[in-house]
């Protein structure tokens, strides 16, 4: 048996069935480029769906890391750490929000947002003022309660009963949210590019006019960018390309550049809604985390985020001229291909055995590689996957 193949062993006997795995081991990597336990090169266009922003083990990551674990692991939010402050005064300068909350994951951020809405709607406006707006075929996370936000029907089975209070509207129309939007509505959540739903911009006209009429009445808009956010679509945070300010903005994935770290950012009208012992988490803020998402965070400037977006286009330009490639949708390193007489699925196990590692989002192939990829990696995991394509 291959190392492979013993390990698969191993992990079909004690690690529950809840993954759909591909057969292979990843095993070591840097930057864009890794290897499997038995020693097979490929280059990386998923990035651990969007979370590795720098690649794997970059040297000033690593070393940022490492110097952190040999001064303080953790403590617990009982007491001041700098690591935090000074990941929290990142964020806050570099988007204009006003304050930060930190927490583990993007389903913990989404949850901590829709508590906080539920609790600025509450004191505003007492009790009844508590149904939230998400969009159809949107992806919020796996809790019972992002689960519930979730506005696609295949999320919503088993697990009865679901936390209430989520409606919703089609994206992209206006109008559809406008006759949802009642007075006992207090949030809309959107995602400025519909991540797992297929890579599916929205509109910026769709999301100015929402953007109004939330701030008209008073109803909070919070932007899911789990996905979309910490340089992925070429500026800090997606929404700084719409002209928009939301009122709460949720992030994790690429924000600890592969560590567990998520964090809720709180604008004007919604930085004193919790206050102590409204909300907390065990190891928010952790001091590893935080010193990996300083790291992570101080590497995303305008000429870094520039090349993101020049990284992006020249993909999709290569890409549109590869066989059964229909269309490209996304921004940035945040990348939909739509194919056809092909199935996305076939098309990632495919492209396992030429060395390039891909994601699927609905029907579509999805690339979200490490922000820091080189020109030369992604030749080389192009020429890779034009060679999978062409298979077909
Ligand atoms: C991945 C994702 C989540 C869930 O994040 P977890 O860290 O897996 O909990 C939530 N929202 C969006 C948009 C995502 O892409």
């Not at 006997?13 to 840097?30: L, N, T």
């Not at 070393?63 to 692991?73: E, F, R, Y």
């Not at 006019?209 to 945070?237: F, H, M, N, P, W």
Request: proline fraction near 3%.
């Amino acid at each position: 048996m291959t190392n492979f193949e013993l390990l698969k062993q191993r992990d079909d006997e004690y690690i529950i069935h809840s993954y759909g795995r591909f057969p292979i081991a990843i095993d070591k990597g840097k930057n864009a480029t890794c290897y499997d336990l038995d020693g097979k090169k490929y280059i990386d266009f998923t990035s651990g769906i969007g979370v590795n922003s720098l690649g794997f083990c970059d040297d000033g990551w690593v070393s940022a890391v490492c110097s952190q674990l040999n001064k303080l692991q953790h403590i617990s939010n009982l007491y001041y750490t700098s690591p935090c402050v000074e990941v929290a005064e990142l964020l806050v300068k570099m988007t204009g929000m006003k304050n930060v909350f930190f927490s583990n994951s993007g389903a913990e951020s989404n949850e901590g947002a829709i508590k906080a809405a539920r609790k600025y709607s509450f004191t505003k406006y007492g009790e009844n003022r508590n149904r939230i707006i998400t969009l159809k075929n949107s992806f919020h996370g796996r809790t019972v309660t992002t689960l519930a936000a979730t506005g696609q029907d295949v999320f919503h089975n088993y697990f009865f009963p679901f936390t209430e209070g989520f409606v919703f509207a089609e994206a992209n129309n206006i109008e559809d949210v406008k006759s949802k939007l009642d007075s006992s509505v207090c949030a809309v959540v959107v995602e400025l590019i519909q991540g797992e739903g297929g890579v599916l911009p929205l509109d910026s006209a769709f999301v100015s006019e929402l953007t109004e009429l939330c701030s008209e009445k008073d109803v909070l808009l919070i932007a899911d960018e789990v996905q979309t956010g910490v340089g992925r679509t070429g500026t800090l945070y997606a929404y700084q390309q719409f002209g928009i300010t939301p009122d709460i903005v949720t992030s994790a994935k690429g924000l600890g550049g592969g560590l567990p770290f998520g964090c809720i950012l709180f604008g004007e009208k919604t930085q004193d809604v919790f206050g102590p012992g409204d909300h907390a988490t065990t190891f928010g803020g952790n001091p590893i985390c935080s010193a990996g998402a300083k790291e992570v965070l101080s590497r995303l400037t305008p000429e870094f985020l520039g090349e993101v977006k020049e990284k992006g286009e020249y993909i999709s330009e290569k890409l549109l001229k590869m066989p059964h490639v229909k269309g490209i949708a996304g921004m940035g390193l945040m990348l939909g291909i739509e194919l056809s007489g092909i199935e996305a699925p076939e098309v990632v196990r495919a492209g396992l055995k030429h060395g390039v590692l891909l994601l699927t989002a609905k029907q579509k192939l999805r690339l979200l590689p490490p922000l820091t990829i080189t020109y030369k990696e992604i030749d080389s995991g192009l020429k890779a996957l034009e060679k999978t394509l062409s298979e077909f």
